[in-house]
């Protein structure tokens, strides 16, 4: 069927209390808004498309608020700015939830809008607009945003939005939201209202470290004789990755990285020793002498798992915000580490500032990303893709090109993924759940449309089946994109931990795949896609053909397709795999179900 569109010019004047709003979302260059329809807001859809010609911001159609939230997260991480994600009600805020907690954890910043129903009771429709209406809808979100307000007004609802862009661009990022009552929304106004100046309602120039504290801690640096920097949180920008080198370098310091923060160090430089908990990460952060953590995720517990349970002898020297986003109502702030040295700065003015006092030395000529070295089969055929065969032939299928993964499943090889630029890879979700890995990837190509790198989301089977209606508004917003599904027809994660109760029980472990398999169907990835208008290859169940595929896929995605590519892989994870996933005696194998 063929929809006639019939163009009409925009509206000019600002009538409405929903233009006002419009008008503010504009002077702040939020170029995209990512929704689903909901009459809760329905004054400022339409101001979006008849006031603003749906330009600055243009509005993303989604399929779940899940999605919107997520796209614009991915969007952030990216960009390191606020997207706009706009949710209806109650019922649309409920949806949106979990992607809010993962910007939360991920401290991505993100602008959200919600909605309300009429609060004045006179102005209800019956029934509808009184399950939608909320008395205090930012208490549904209040314990994983880092601000909300409910203004009264059109000026009010002006000034909230400037103050939530600010909250979340301030570091510690992070979401904010601000929620928009129906009235407030449809008010006709007397005349139109004049914008504040938002350039002086701009987030705050980033703290720096004292000047004593940043030769107190060179000191240290200069004195110790393993040095190790743990890096983790980071601008996602080459002047954050250049300086990092440099002071590397400079100070001839090994680096282990995290893959919950993505790329912070060339992977491929001589200094790098590994990435998280892996055994020679473990290995170097135990002989180090003197550790200095840039913001990473969990220090206490990394040092717990490296220490065995005894005191950690080096010296511990943190430069973290993120304490200012902790609250009592999550754990997501980890444990508390004993600290020689603790800085409330952000990681990168400290090494400005310690760079500075060396002299502002630049790194050294990148290196070239080569390829890692073919691993060693550890299938049961000459056919089956085992988890080793899978990371390699993803490593290898893309070795001298401009990638950004935006998603690496569990159990894959990390070592065999070369990262040498701060886009190569951006890191988890944050909140650790599923589903939040193609609208993440939708938002992070959003932001690379316009460049030449490539965005590749490499999920696993759950991820993508609670995700897949996000590849919609990617084709439909024409925003090209490679997905990669790792099909081991399982959560397999969850057999690991299966596995471990029935070991610790003396039970059989045979059993564990009941309740976890994703099979007898198993679902159709390649028919999911080809659903939502993208193009599916596969199964893949031969090893010798994953190359061809993803070729064929690079093609689509580089033609500004959507493509994705089901790949059977054995239910096992990599033996480089760190200690957290490998709870289980025997995780990297699994027994077939008789």
Not at 48 to 74: D, F, K, T, W
Not at 233 to 255: H, S, Y
Not at 328 to 350: F, V
Request: proline share 7%; with cysteine; glycine share 10%.
């Amino acid at each position: 069927m063929t929809t006639t569109r019939t163009e009409t010019p925009k509206v000019t004047d600002m009538g409405w209390g929903s233009d006002a709003v419009a008008a503010v979302l504009r002077a702040l260059d939020l170029k995209y808004a990512a929704l689903v329809p909901g009459a809760s807001y329905r004054g400022l859809h339409d101001s979006i498309v008849n006031y603003l010609g749906n330009e600055n911001p243009q509005m993303l159609l989604c399929l779940h608020e899940e999605h919107s939230v997520a796209i614009a997260q991915g969007y952030a991480k990216i960009t390191g700015k606020p997207m706009l994600a706009v949710v209806h009600s109650n019922v649309g805020l409920m949806h949106a939830s979990m992607a809010i907690f993962n910007a939360w954890c991920d401290r991505a910043p993100v602008l959200i809008l919600g909605a309300n129903g009429p609060i004045d009771a006179q102005k209800r429709r019956p029934w509808i607009d009184w399950i939608h209406t909320t008395q205090d809808m930012g208490n549904l979100v209040r314990n994983f945003t880092k601000w909300d307000d409910t203004p009264g007004s059109p000026g009010a609802a002006v000034d909230s939005i400037l103050r939530a862009y600010q909250i979340a661009s301030t570091l510690p990022h992070g979401p904010a939201i601000v929620f928009l009552d129906a009235d407030v929304q449809e008010q006709k106004l007397s005349a139109p209202l004049a914008l504040p100046p938002v350039a002086k309602y701009a987030p705050p120039d980033e703290p720096a470290p004292t000047p004593a504290d940043v030769k107190r801690v060179l000191a240290a640096l200069k004195g110790a004789r393993h040095l190790v920097i743990l890096a983790g949180r980071g601008a996602r920008t080459t002047e954050a990755w250049d300086a990092r080198v440099a002071l590397a370098e400079t100070l001839n310091a090994g680096v282990v990285t995290q893959s919950l923060t993505g790329a912070t160090f060339p992977t491929n430089h001589p200094l790098h020793l590994g990435q998280g908990r892996s055994k020679a990460a473990s290995a170097a952060l135990r002989d180090a002498d003197v550790i200095l953590d840039l913001d990473s995720v969990d220090l206490a517990g990394t040092i717990k798992s490296i220490a065995g349970g005894k005191p950690l002898e080096a010296t511990v020297i943190s430069a973290s915000m993120d304490r200012y986003m902790h609250r009592g109502w999550n754990m997501d702030y980890q444990g508390l580490p004993a600290l020689d040295i603790n800085l409330a700065a952000p990681p990168d003015a400290l090494v400005d500032q310690l760079l500075a006092e060396l002299g502002n030395p630049k790194p050294k000529p990148a290196l070239k990303n080569g390829a890692p070295a073919p691993k060693k089969t550890n299938g049961t055929t000459d056919t089956v893709i085992g988890i080793d065969e899978f990371s390699d032939a993803m490593s290898t299928a893309f070795t001298g090109m401009e990638v950004c993964f935006t998603r690496l499943p569990l159990g894959v090889n990390e070592a065999d993924f070369v990262f040498s630029h701060p886009l190569d890879y951006i890191g988890g979700d944050g909140g650790g759940g599923i589903g939040s890995g193609l609208g993440i990837a939708v938002g992070a190509a959003l932001a690379l449309r316009e460049t030449s790198r490539l965005p590749v989301c490499i999920t696993g089977d759950g991820d993508f089946l609670m995700g897949n209606t996000a590849l919609w508004t990617a084709v439909q917003s024409k925003i090209p994109l490679l997905v990669i599904v790792a099909n081991n027809r399982s959560y397999f994660n969850d057999e690991v931990h299966q596995e471990r109760m029935a070991v610790v029980r003396s039970r059989p472990v045979e059993r564990k795949w009941i309740g976890q398999r994703i099979d007898d169907p198993p679902p159709d990835m390649a028919g999911f896609a080809r659903a939502q208008g993208a193009i599916g290859i596969g199964p893949i169940t031969d090893r010798a053909k994953i190359a061809a595929a993803v070729a064929e896929g690079i093609k689509h995605a580089k033609a500004g397709k959507v493509c994705v590519i089901d790949v059977i892989v054995r239910p096992e994870y990599s033996a480089n795999t760190g200690p957290d996933v490998q709870a289980a005696p025997s995780a990297r194998t699994i027994e077939e179900r008789g």
